[in-house]
Nanobody, 115 residues
Framework: QVQLVESGGGLVQAGGSLRLSCAASGISVSGRFMGWYRQAPGKQRELVATISSVGNINYADSVKGRFTISRDNAKNTVYLQMMDLKSEDTALYYC?????????WGQGTQVTVSS
């Protein structure tokens, strides 16, 4: 059974940093597409960062230069390092993968940035 569990969210002041983790079970994150997405209240879910099966990385323009996606194959975990956080980064952050055309999502972790 595939399971993605996010953690690391919290309340942080503007300009601060957080590192989100997405621990996977039932699958290996190695060589697999993994992504971070977020959804703010009243807004649609949006892509934040993705890492492809071969390691190609993509970021939303709004987070380029501030966020870094990475994966640790030994820990079977994907990370999102977030720096210089802004109030507009406040959202519920989700981890996602895709298996045989089907999307698997975690339950999300809340990030709140106070200005």
């Amino acid at each position: 059974q595939v399971q993605l569990v996010e953690s690391g969210g919290g309340l942080v002041q503007a300009g601060g940093s957080l590192r989100l983790s997405c621990a996977a079970s039932g699958i290996s994150v190695s060589g697999r597409f993994m992504g971070w997405y977020r959804q703010a209240p009243g807004k649609q879910r949006e892509l934040v960062a993705t890492i492809s099966s071969v390691g190609n990385i993509n970021y939303a323009d709004s987070v380029k230069g501030r966020f870094t996606i990475s994966r640790d194959n030994a820990k079977n975990t994907v990370y999102l390092q977030m720096m210089d956080l802004k109030s507009e980064d406040t959202a519920l952050y989700y981890c996602k993968t895709n298996i045989w055309g089907g999307d698997y999502w975690g339950q999300g972790t809340q990030v709140t940035v106070s200005s």
